[in-house]
């Protein structure tokens, strides 16, 4: 009986033994050990801008896949400098697959060199993590270009002939603008200047201006500010914002009173006009014709109550405007910001050609004057 019974317990071994491994492999397979959990994998992490000034700002976005659909968190590190504004934002995508973001300022600090932020993503089990580098500049310094070589052509022809800056809209239905990209964003209290007029007849619909673009990354986003002239037109001047988001870009007035008559800026024929636009530091914006102040507007503040944040309005770049088929003429652009030195004074920072409408001084009198008799 003995052998007999051996051998019906090898029979039932031979059954058991693999059917508990597999039992056990089954549930180490479905457990949530930290060897066995897929990590969040990290699909893109970009700076904007790369490069900075002592106490600019980068946003900074991360994007990051988790197949597991865990909770996920976020820590943002660098070696110097501030974080701010912080803007989770997990949001499931079509496919099986979760996807999340976040977003984060950083603040330069006050020295030179590459800071390289750090972002690690977890999900409880394990994290991921990414680096991008962000250089440090210092204080801002930068020269426009007599031969437009630092100039961006935006739906239009530009040359300069004899030191004077021509720019002709060439593409129907968009405006054309001419524009100077610096290395750095450049924040308030910054002020463009630039000595323009016309040729030709305008129409209804013609105008030119100054502008600067802003590196507001918000949603919405309020990306431009335009200081426009409308020629022979009751209403001759206009004070403008453009707000962008997934679904709808339109330029906007910045408020109820940001357009209106100047009579520096109503002449029967081709005038030369000196257009001053300012960001201030506590974001009022300032426009002036001819070194006088024609509008002056605190509709931002109102802009970030009904947006519920704030707006950044460090400064991107710059740059002249002129509506399809109308040329618009420049002989000058100066971009000037404050900055915290001993002085206290304006640093001038860019400056273009030089001044050739008028031999005897690069500063315009407050007066309209004809083209013609500045270039006699």
Known sequence: MEPVFMNLMQKCLAVLIPAVLLITACQKKNSTEPGLNAPPSIINLKAVPEAVGF???????????????????FRWDCEAGAFSNIQSMAKSAVSQTKVFRDSVLWTAPDSLG??????????GLDSTRAEKDIEVKGF??????DSLDLWVQSYCDARVEDGIMHMLGNTEGYTASLSHIPDQAIRPEYTLEAVVTYSGIPDSSDFYGIFFNVNDAGYPAVTNYLFAVLPGRPNNWALLAFLYDDLNSDWFLLDSQSTGYSALLDAEEITLVRLGMTMTADKRVRVLANDQLVHESDEIANLETILGRD????????????????????????LSTVRENTSGRFEILSRTLEGRFGKETRILPPVLVPLRSRLQ
């Not at 590459?114 to 999900?123: G, K, M, N, Y």
């Open 140 to 145: 801002f310094y930068d020269n426009f270009s």
């Open 55 to 73: 106490g600019l700002t980068s946003r900074l976005w991360v994007t990051v896949e988790d197949d597991k659909k865990d909770r996920l968190s």
């Open 311 to 334: 707006l950044s309005v460090s400064a991107r770049y710059f740059g002249i405007r002129g509506s399809y088929d109308f040329e618009v003429l420049s002989d000058e652009a100066l």
């Open 114 to 123: 590459i800071f390289t932020i750090a972002v690690v993503v977890s999900d």
